[in-house]
Nanobody
Framework: QVQLVESGGGLVQTGGSLRLSCTAS?????????IGWFRQAPGKAREFVTW???????AYSKFARDRFTISRDNTGTTVYLQMNSLKPEDTALYYC????????????????WGQGTQVTVSS
């Protein structure tokens, strides 16, 4: 059973930074997965943020490209999302998920999801 746990969310002022973490566990199997980050604001659809492959390839949405950075630790178990220059419109519940197949910008390409971590940016 794959489990993903996000952490690092919180309340920050406009222009501030946060680093989110996504830690994977999978019993006795490998935890090196391609991982994506999505976010969902109240009343809005879940939105692609960024993605990283096991080999280190990365992809970003347009809004994340210049301000957010995805990375993973040496074990590959934890994926980080460094978010800088945060704006009130970045306020959302942020999820990480395991990529399986298809286009990484769509939620349907992922099978396991974490519970999310709340990011709130005050103006």
């Amino acid at each position: 059973q794959v489990q993903l746990v996000e952490s690092g969310g919180g309340l920050v002022q406009t222009g501030g930074s946060l680093r989110l973490s996504c830690t994977a566990s999978a019993g006795s199997t490998s935890t090196r997965f391609d991982i994506g980050w999505f976010r969902q604001a109240p009343g809005k659809a879940r939105e692609f943020v960024t993605w990283i492959s096991v080999s280190g390839n990365k992809a970003y949405s347009k809004f994340a490209r210049d301000r957010f950075t995805i990375s993973r630790d040496n074990t590959g178990t934890t994926v980080y999302l460094q978010m800088n220059s945060l704006k009130p419109e970045d306020t959302a519940l942020y999820y990480c998920a395991r990529f399986t197949r298809g286009n990484h910008i769509y939620p349907s390409a992922y099978d396991y999801w974490g519970q999310g971590t709340q990011v709130t940016v005050s103006s």
